[in-house]
Each structure stands twice: as structure tokens, then as C-alpha cells.
């Protein structure tokens, strides 16, 4: 049921709005949104509405590149599902969701194997089977893969199953607040970005698989405009729990460039996929020394994404760091036609600025690229705000203190399908939206959004964005000191004063989706601030210079919940301990060598 409303009220305007009522909102159309709607379209619930900020297909997922994770063993075939979770535990730095991981490794290799089915273009061996390569950490071969461009053809592969399915779409909305009274959620608030419209989704359950935060740094891997927060944001002001926000991964090998070179500046940070090292890429100094020896003898390269970014870091601050700020990165000894096959999205990519990768190396240097941290859910993925579910990369959970490549792609997916099976046992229509949560929740929040547009202020939406990227950089970035991040939480202060007074344009243009988006930021920066500061230790990503070691009564996770006054509210948690099957694993002690690949 679609209405348009008017609506008054004593003391505020409340614009004109759509209605829309539908038994589950799907907030996010990467690849978790659309798994969970084909899981529901399965089971028989059709009253399902996805929607994103961008046009069908464009989701974030498809940036995805190096592959994505799961035990079909078919090179290794002593590889199984018990020796992933051991591998992603073990990386986790032992402060991953036992029960999540295995609800992910467990299901992989069927969600694989439907994929195929579902036409996605894998890359296959000599004898047909679906290809599988090494990534970092990882006992055995199980990165399944399109060339490098995985997240592409599985999202374009999603999106032709959910469209044979007639699942609904609804392209550039962008939603704004959950509705919910702090216990239940009832819907939500957004508005159209084309025509500047607001609309009010009632809805029986809510799924936000808005993705993660890792554009909060000003070098970073994600499109200025995704990846910064809003699912986090939407489900803390919700009520919703946040967990493991300070776990924030810096990739290893992000593109360095010169950055005064208009050709390659807008490169710099970008993803280099760690697939090029998979494949056999070598990273030297500018001594031209292959400086992983020194860090990691054994695993080189290969070794968790944390041990090589951190080695690059150092390589780059004690002078062997090239002028862009990078180290190199080889793969010349591969010759051309494997490269292109293998790699064909870098190859281009680099061969369009001049470099080829089968002559020369390129230049990399860490960047932020993910955040292991986000909504606190159970095993089915609800919040504790009921009916208010969260997965693919809003959720926490699975990848702990640190994520393995090609983890996050499996996790859309395996709880894509969990959550829209929990949701189909109970749905019953879009459920009544009380008519209290329409006046206490929506309207004072629409007639804030209408008084915003159009506001006049001191500063430039852009400009506050870029000095709180670099606030987080500077911060909270690869080492972290208790005086550095206090600094930071001190400066968060001032920036939220100056957020409160920039120019914004109406509700169609950028500036009113940047500072909607600059407010998720704020949120996302302050729980990881402040989670880096409470946890006095260092564990996988977060690396504490100041506590350089890792302190088994740390062994917890940091929750994030909203205060009535002042500064978040931190608490922790303990970790459950691993099934037996996993711990059977993990005692096995399997790690990758990487000199098979030599
Ligand atoms: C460059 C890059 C390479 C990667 N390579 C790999 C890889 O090889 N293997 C791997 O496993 N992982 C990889 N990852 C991570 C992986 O791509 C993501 O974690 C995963 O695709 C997230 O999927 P998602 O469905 O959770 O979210 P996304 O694909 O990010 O989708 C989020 C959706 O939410 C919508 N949205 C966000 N906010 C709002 C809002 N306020 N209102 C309405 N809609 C909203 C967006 O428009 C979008 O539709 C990579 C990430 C990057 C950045």
C-alpha cells in the first residue's frame, strides 16, 4: 500500500511524504542484501522491497576482487570446513564468534557450488573444476575466483537470480534513520535521492546490509561515498549494540603514488589485490631487499594481512620506502599471459598508466580496507533491537581482530541465507507501525532533514569530511598510542561543531547525502576511537605501540551502546570457545607454507 501524505503538526513542518508498507526491508543491494532476498523469495516470502543509495548492480560488492573463500579442496583435498574456521580464528586473533564462523565455513562450499549453478564466471582448472588460489593465512588453496574480478560477476550473478525471481528493487534511496522505540524495529525513514522525496518504509523486519566503515580514512580502498558507516550508525541510533569497532584492517598493499601526478592521484590507496601476491608477487625495498624474510620466514608475503602491512610501515618510516611512500611490488617473473589471465583487471589497470607489471614492479604502501567491527547480532543475525537484523559486512562477528581475504564475500552470502530463513519462519506482513513511533520517531525526524536542506553555513561539507578522514588516519591509524587517540577523541569534538554548521543544498544535491553520511562518520570514527583507547594491548589490526603485546585478559570483545549523556558506552564481552571439531583443528597447528608456491 502506497499513500501520499501532508501532515502538520503544532510545534514543527512536517514535509510531504511517501508511504510504503512491505513484510521485510532490505537497506543495502550488495551481496548480502540480494542473498537474503533470494533466501526469502525461496522460502515463499514475496512482500520484500531491496533497495540501495545507487542504481541496480552498483553496490560496493562489486569492487570485490581477489576471491572468495571456501573449503572445496579442489587442489587440497585434506582441506575442510573445520580447518577455515581454524585458519579464521586463528588470524581472528581469538576474538572472532566461534558459532558465526562456523556458520560461514560450514555452509561455503554449497554456497559455492550454488553460485556456479547460478551462472557466476569462475575461473576453472584444465579439467573443469571451479579454480581455487592461495590468499594469505590460509592452510590450503580455497580462494575461489573470477580472474579479479570476483565481487563483480557474483554480484551480477546475484542480481540475474533476484530479477528471475521478480524480487523488488528500488535504485538511489537513501535511508536515514531505523524506526524503532529502542526494543523493536518498525521500519524505516529515507528519502529519494533523484526527486528529494522523503518516505516512510513500514515494515515487519528490517535488514541492513548497508556495508562497513572503512572510508573513514582519508587512504582507503572504498568509494568516497560507501563504506562509510551507515549501517553501524543506523543500528546504534537505533538502540542496536555495536562490537569490535576498533578492529579496523589496513590492507597491505594499497596503490603508493605521486600524488601531485593529476594521471594516478586519484588511484592512490586504491586496492592492489592481495591475489597478486597469491599468484606469486614479491615485495622488496628500495634496497632492493625481499624485507618478509626478516618479518615472517615462513608464510613470507602471504602472512596475515596485519603482519605484512605492518612491515611495510616500518620498511617505509625507517628510510627504505620509495618518494611516493611505497615499497615495491613484483610479480615480473610471471610472464604476460599468465599475469592477464590471472589478473586482468590489475594488469589493465596499471598498463593504462603506463606500467606493466610482466616488466616492472609497482609501488604499494598500507590502506584502510575494512572493518571487522559492526552491529552486534546473534547467530541469526538480529540485533537487540528486535526485528532488526544485520549482515555482510554491517555485521561483527566473524572476522575478529583481524579478517582473512576473501572471508567477507563468503560471509554476505552464508548469512544472507541465515538470516532470510529465520526471517521467513516468523514474518507475518509488514506488521502494524504505531501510530506513537510515526509521532515520536519519523516526524520530528523528517521535519529536522527538511529544516537541514537548503541550510546555510560556515564550512564545506567536503572539507569537514576530508579533516575527519585525516583526523582517523592520524589517530587511529596502523599504531596507535593512548596520547594519539586521546588527541583524536578531543579533535572529534571540535569537528562535530563545525558539522553542526555547513552549507547544505537541497535534498537532490551531493552535499545533502554527505552530510547525512558525515554524521554516520562520526558515530563510526568515535566507537573506533574509543574502542582503541580501552583496549590497552595489541591484537591483529589494532596495534598499540604503547602496549605492544598481546594480553590474554583481552581476550574480549568491546561493545559500543548509546548513553543518555555524554561519550558512548563501552562494556565487553567474553568469547565463547571454539566447537571441539575446530579446536581439533586449531591443535593440528596447519599454516600455509608459502615456499609451495616457489
Ligand atoms: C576494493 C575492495 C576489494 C575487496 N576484495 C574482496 C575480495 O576479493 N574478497 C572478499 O571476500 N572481500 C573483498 N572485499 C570486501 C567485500 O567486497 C565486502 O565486504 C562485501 O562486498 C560487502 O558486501 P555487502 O553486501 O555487505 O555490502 P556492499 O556491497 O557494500 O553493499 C552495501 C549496500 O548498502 C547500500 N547502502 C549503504 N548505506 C545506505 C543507506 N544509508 N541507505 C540506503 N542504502 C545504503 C549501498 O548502496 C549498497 O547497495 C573488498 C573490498 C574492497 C573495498
Redesign the pocket.
Known amino acids: 500500500m502506497k499513500t501520499d501524505q501532508e501532515a502538520t503538526s503544532d510545534s514543527r513542518q512536517i514535509p510531504a511524504y511517501d508511504r510504503v508498507d512491505v513484510s521485510v526491508l532490505i537497506?543495502?543491494?550488495?551481496?548480502?542484501?540480494a542473498r537474503t532476498a533470494i533466501e526469502l523469495a525461496d522460502r515463499g516470502v514475496d512482500d520484500v522491497l531491496v533497495?540501495?543509495?545507487?542504481g541496480h548492480g552498483d553496490?560496493?560488492?562489486t569492487?570485490?576482487?581477489?576471491?572468495?573463500n571456501g573449503a572445496l579442496g579442489t587442489h587440497d583435498p585434506e582441506d575442510n570446513w573445520a580447518i577455515h574456521a581454524a585458519d579464521t580464528i586463528n588470524e581472528g586473533h581469538f576474538v572472532n564468534d566461534p558459532e558465526k564462523v562456523e556458520t560461514v565455513t560450514k555452509q561455503m562450499p554449497d554456497r559455492l557450488r550454488e553460485l556456479d549453478e547460478w551462472g557466476m564466471a569462475f575461473s576453472r582448472t584444465d579439467d573443469g573444476e571451479i579454480d581455487q588460489r592461495y590468499f594469505g593465512a590460509q592452510s590450503f588453496r580455497r580462494t575461489a575466483f573470477a580472474g579479479d574480478h570476483?565481487?563483480e560477476s557474483m554480484l551480477n550473478t546475484l542480481v540475474a537470480k533476484a530479477q528471475e525471481l521478480n524480487i523488488p528493487y528500488r535504485e538511489n534511496?537513501?535511508?536515514t534513520k531505523i524506526l524503532s522505540d529502542g526494543t523493536r524495529a518498525y521500519g524505516a525513514v529515507?528519502f529519494d535521492m533523484d526527486t528529494g522525496e522523503f518516505v516512510l518504509f513500514n515494515a515487519g523486519c528490517v535488514v541492513l546490509?548497508?556495508?562497513?566503515y572503512a572510508a573513514i580514512y582519508n587512504r582507503h580502498?572504498?568509494r568516497d561515498d560507501?563504506?562509510n558507516g551507515?549501517?553501524p550508525a543506523?543500528a546504534y541510533d537505533a538502540g542496536a549494540t555495536l562490537m569490535d569497532m576498533e578492529f579496523v584492517q589496513f590492507h597491505p598493499t594499497g596503490m603508493a603514488v605521486d600524488e601531485s601526478d593529476p594521471d594516478w592521484e586519484p588511484w592512490s590507496g586504491r586496492?592492489v589485490?592481495e591475489a597478486v601476491r597469491g599468484e606469486g608477487g614479491r615485495l622488496y625495498n628500495t634496497n632492493g631487499e625481499r624485507f618478509m624474510k626478516r618479518y615472517s620466514p615462513d608464510q613470507m608475503e602471504l602472512d596475515a594481512r596485519d603482519v605484512v602491512a605492518r612491515a611495510i610501515a616500518k620498511e617505509i618510516s625507517e628510510g627504505r620506502g620509495t618518494e611516493n611512500g611505497g615499497v615495491y611490488l613484483d610479480i615480473s617473473h610471471r610472464d604476460a599471459e599468465f599475469i592477464a589471465e590471472r589478473l586482468p583487471r590489475m594488469y589493465d589497470r596499471f598498463l593504462e598508466l603506463g606500467v606493466d607489471m610482466a616488466a616492472e614492479p609497482v609501488e604499494v604502501a598500507p590502506t584502510a580496507?575494512?572493518g571487522m567491527g559492526g552491529v552486534r547480532v546473534d547467530a541469526y543475525g538480529e540485533s537487540d533491537i528486535s526485528g532488526l537484523f544485520a549482515i555482510?559486512?554491517?555485521m561483527a562477528g566473524v572476522h575478529g581482530a583481524n579478517r582473512l581475504?576473501?572471508?567477507?564475500?563468503?560471509e554476505?552470502v552464508a548469512y544472507g541465507v541465515v538470516a532470510g530463513e529465520r526471517i521467513a519462519d516468523r514474518i507475518d506482513g509488514p506488521g502494524g507501525l504505531p501510530e506513537e513511533i510515526i509521532n515520536s520517531v519519523f516526524e520530528p525526524h523528517v521535519a529536522d532533514l527538511a529544516a537541514t536542506a537548503g541550510r546555510s553555513g560556515t564550512y564545506d561539507v567536503d572539507s569537514v569530511l576530508a579533516e575527519l578522514r585525516e583526523l582517523m588516519w592520524n589517530h587511529a591509524g596502523i599504531l596507535r598510542t593512548e596520547e594519539s587517540i586521546q588527541a583524536g577523541l578531543d579533535q572529534l569534538d571540535t569537528l562535530r561543531e563545525k558539522a553542526a554548521d555547513i552549507r547544505i543544498g537541497d535534498g537532490t544535491d551531493e552535499s545533502f547525502e554527505l552530510a547525512i553520511d558525515l554524521g554516520f562518520m562520526l558515530t563510526a570514527a568515535e566507537s573506533v576511537l574509543s574502542g582503541a583507547l580501552e583496549r590497552t594491548e595489541s591484537r591483529g589490526a589494532h596495534y598499540r605501540s604503547d602496549y605492544p603485546d598481546v594480553d590474554d585478559d583481552w581476550q574480549r570483545n568491546i561493545c559500543f551502546e548509546r548513553a543518555d549523556i555524554g561519550r558512548m558506552r563501552l562494556s565487553t564481552a567474553s568469547v565463547a570457545p571454539p566447537s571441539k571439531a575446530v579446536q581439533s583443528a586449531l591443535d593440528s597447528g596447519y599454516e600455509l607454507d608459502y615456499h609451495q608456491l616457489e
Open positions: 537497506i543495502g543491494a550488495g551481496a548480502a542484501g533497495l540501495g543509495k545507487r553496490a560496493h560488492t569492487w570485490a576482487r581477489g576471491g572468495i570476483t565481487g534511496v537513501m535511508i529515507g546490509a548497508a556495508g562497513g580502498t572504498s560507501e563504506n551507515d549501517g543506523l586496492l589485490t580496507h575494512y555482510g559486512e554491517t581475504g576473501g572471508n567477507s564475500l563468503a554476505t
